[in-house]
């Protein structure tokens, strides 16, 4: 019911910044929170940042003061600035939902199928 896509990801050097975007389509109702997240190979998946329909955010600390999150709730879309990356930021990100559909009649979780984002020289 709730569809999710990424884009924006890429190679870029230590230092550099990049932009990845998140659209949400399908039949919901709203959209509460969203979020990214992100998973490197043999780790679980470690939430980065989330927003609230109202536009409050959450940052874990490894990002603070380098990434910012947005959302344009009009578009249904979600954006990461990723500032000064470094190499530990590579890993595959992904979008989150937390949205309301009538079928479900309740809110659920719906995750996008990643991006991958390579910091390296």
């Known amino acids: 019911q709730v569809q999710l896509v990424e884009s924006g990801g890429g190679l870029v050097q230590p230092g550099g910044s990049l932009r990845v975007s998140c659209a949400a389509s399908?039949?919901?109702?709203?959209?509460?929170?969203m979020g990214w997240y992100r998973q490197t190979p043999g780790n679980e998946r470690e939430l980065v940042a989330t927003?609230?329909?109202?536009?409050?955010?959450k940052y874990a600390d490894f990002v603070k003061g380098r990434f910012t999150i947005s959302r344009d709730n009009a578009k249904n879309t979600m954006f990461l600035q990723m500032n000064s990356l470094k190499p530990e930021d590579t890993a595959v990100y992904y979008c989150?939902?937390?949205?309301?559909?009538?079928?479900?009649?309740?809110?659920?979780?719906?995750w996008g199928q990643g991006t991958q984002v390579t910091v390296s020289s």
């Open positions: 927003v609230t329909s109202a536009g409050t955010t």
């Open positions: 399908g039949r919901f109702s709203s959209i509460r929170i």
């Open positions: 989150n939902c937390n949205a309301y559909t009538r079928v479900q009649a309740g809110y659920n979780d719906y």
